[in-house]
């Protein structure tokens, strides 16, 4: 028989955004980049109320259809707890629709601070494996929602098919002469619009310069950063997407000109660069920023943190996962 949590019961999550695929790992490969999303969940005795703040304010449905509160329940639900009702607040700092990982921040922060409340509960807490199974259930792969959970680097993978598949992730730590630039425009763009381009079969030729690619990626990220032109070479999905997403293949063309490592990040439109420089080439900036490009550079972020406070008018925490 399932528990029912108690009202009054609290807890926290800071989750990172991520930028998956980077060049050749379609669906594979993924980083957590340091801009984080907060969220704040109460239990109540009855309903769902959900407030967001920044990011997707007036734009995201306010009740149980919204993404954390699916995310919170399913967490409890894995944990066999459940609560009566909710209040979720969210604070985002991640850009929607833009490709930086924005709806696997949401679900993998809504399964953490679920662990937040399990934790005050004789209840077993989610573990890292538990929460990228079940956040990559939610999004249909692992590259985004692995990359959250963990943080750093990482590399994704997934068994099976359908509603039975077991998806994996090992993370990777970043050589420190590598420096990310992510580049976000104004606009947005659907990853189901963008994935339908998509044909659905590829040449052996352009499978076995991926699979190179890919592997070097692993390689330039971790130890040869001077290897990152070659290694961030796609033949799978960025020319496809280029005529859905021009301003961003025009600008992933002006970066790579300039000699910058550079990859749509996600399904775009953002693009994120690599370099072991400590700036982008002055042409490139000016190039982004005429274009509608906000261009800077962030760290790599931090795995997912949450934590829990048995009342809800305490901030102090007694229960932290780490990082």
């Known amino acids: 028989m399932m528990q029912t949590l108690s009202a009054g019961l609290a807890a926290t999550s800071t989750v ?37 703040e920044g990011e997707g304010e007036g734009q995201v449905p306010l009740d149980a259809t919204h993404l954390v509160v699916r995310a919170v329940e399913r967490g409890l639900e ?21 490709g930086l990982g924005s709806s ?36 249909g792969h692992p ?51 963008t994935r339908a381009v998509l044909p659905g079969h590829v040449s052996h030729a352009d499978a076995r310069f991926n699979l190179s690619r890919a592997a ?42 300039c000699g910058v490592a550079a990859v749509l990040s996600g399904a775009g439109p953002a693009v994120i660069a690599f370099s072991t420089e400590p700036e982008l080439p002055a042409e490139a900036v000016q190039y982004g920023l005429a274009h509608g490009f906000a261009v800077g550079e962030m760290a790599v972020g931090q795995g997912v943190r949450w934590a829990a406070a048995h009342a809800v008018e305490r901030d102090v925490p007694v229960a932290t996962a780490t990082e």
């Open 104 to 139: 696997a921040a949401a679900v993998v922060g809504g399964l953490a601070a679920a662990n937040g409340l399990v934790a005050q509960t004789d209840s077993a807490i989610l573990s890292d494996d538990d929460l990228v199974q079940l956040s990559s259930e939610f999004e």
């Open 16 to 52: 990172a955004a991520s930028s998956a695929n980077l060049g050749p790992g379609f669906d594979s490969l993924g980083l957590a980049l340091s801009l984080y999303d907060e969220i704040h969940v109460e239990t109540t005795s009855s309903g769902i109320r959900v407030e967001v």
């Open 78 to 98: 894995a944990a066999g707890v459940r609560a009566d009702g909710l209040i979720v607040r969210s604070r985002n700092a991640i850009p929607h629709s833009r």
């Open 143 to 193: 590259d985004n929602a692995s990359a959250a959970v963990l943080g750093g680097g990482v590399v994704s993978w997934t068994e099976g098919d359908g509603p039975h598949a077991r998806y994996g992730a090992a993370r990777l730590r970043l050589h420190p002469d590598v420096h990310l630039f992510p580049a976000v425009p104004q606009i947005r763009s659907s990853t189901a619009e």
């Open 216 to 257: 070097l990626m692993v390689v330039a990220l971790t130890e040869r950063p001077d290897l990152l032109m070659a290694a961030t070479e796609d033949r799978l999905h960025q020319p496809q997407r280029a005529a859905a997403l021009p301003a961003s293949a025009e600008f992933l063309a002006v970066l790579r000109r």
